[in-house]
């Protein structure tokens, strides 16, 4: 069983931004993915970016591209969310997600899930 705790949601003005963290409890698989995806009150749960530990490739939401980085400390087998320009429209509990495989987008493919940080962005 991995463990995945998040850290670093907020509330924030439009604009602002906010960096979010996860770290892993262990590393168990030679390649993994860890990754993030958030949901909005009403709304299913949807990808915002992943990363794959073996060759540290990246996968982001159209919506998020140009505005959030995906960066990992391999050492500490943790992840972050840099979110930059910040719309009310991101408004979501973030999750942090991992999987033993390569990244993908998919929801269902993600085998261990945080709890959740909540991210709430003002207008």
């Known amino acids: 069983q991995v463990h995945l705790v998040e850290s670093g949601g907020g509330l924030v003005q439009a604009g602002g931004s906010l960096t979010l963290s996860c770290a892993a409890s262990?590393?168990?698989?030679?390649?993994?993915?860890m990754g993030w995806f958030r949901q909005a009150p009403g709304k299913d749960r949807e990808f915002v970016a992943a990363?794959?530990?073996?060759?540290?490739?990246?996968l982001y939401a159209d919506s998020v591209k140009d505005r959030f980085t995906i960066s990992r400390d391999s050492a500490k087998i943790a992840v972050f969310l840099r979110m930059i320009s910040l719309k009310p429209e991101d408004t979501a509990v973030y999750y942090c997600?991992?999987?033993?495989?390569?990244?993908?987008?998919?929801?269902?493919?993600?085998?261990?899930w945080g709890q959740g940080t909540q991210v709430t962005v003002s207008s």
């Open positions: 997600a991992a999987r033993s495989a390569g990244a993908t987008e998919f929801v269902g493919d993600y085998q261990w």
């Open positions: 990363t794959s530990w073996a060759d540290g490739g990246t």
């Open positions: 262990k590393r168990t698989f030679s390649n993994y993915a």
